[in-house]
Nanobody, 128 residues
């Protein structure tokens, strides 16, 4: 398994933007699909977005499609979630996750159970 560490959360006003990062270490970065999940108080953890190991394929939850963009930088072993047009309902702890893939590193998993390595989470708060 790899180690996953999130950073970049914080407080932002509604309509604003924020980027959270996910540093991965311990194995070859491109072999791992990455995903973002979030959990709001009193709610279950939900899928936000994922990106294949190759970086060519992405998928999003309907609630964030068109507002959030997932990406990855192989040179930095880091993934990103750029969040724009933020809403108060986006307030949650955001978790990054990773899972090793088989060639050709193209799938985009969406379930929590698909991922094997998790970060500790970073708080994102959107004020109205």
């Amino acid at each position: 398994q790899v180690q996953v560490v999130e950073s970049g959360g914080g407080l932002v006003q509604a309509g604003g933007s924020l980027r959270v990062s996910c540093a991965v270490s311990g194995d070859t970065f491109s072999r791992y699909a990455m995903g973002w999940f979030r959990q709001a108080p009193g709610k279950e953890r939900e899928f936000v977005s994922s990106i294949s190991g190759s970086g060519r394929y992405t998928t999003y939850a309907d609630s964030v499609k068109g507002r959030f963009t997932i990406s990855r930088d192989a040179a930095k072993n880091t993934g990103y979630l750029q969040m724009s047009s933020l809403k108060p309902e986006d307030t949650a702890v955001y978790y990054c996750a990773a899972v090793r893939q088989l060639l050709p590193f193209e799938s985009t998993p969406r379930r929590s159970s698909d991922f094997s390595s998790w970060g500790q989470g970073t708080q994102v708060t959107v004020s109205s």
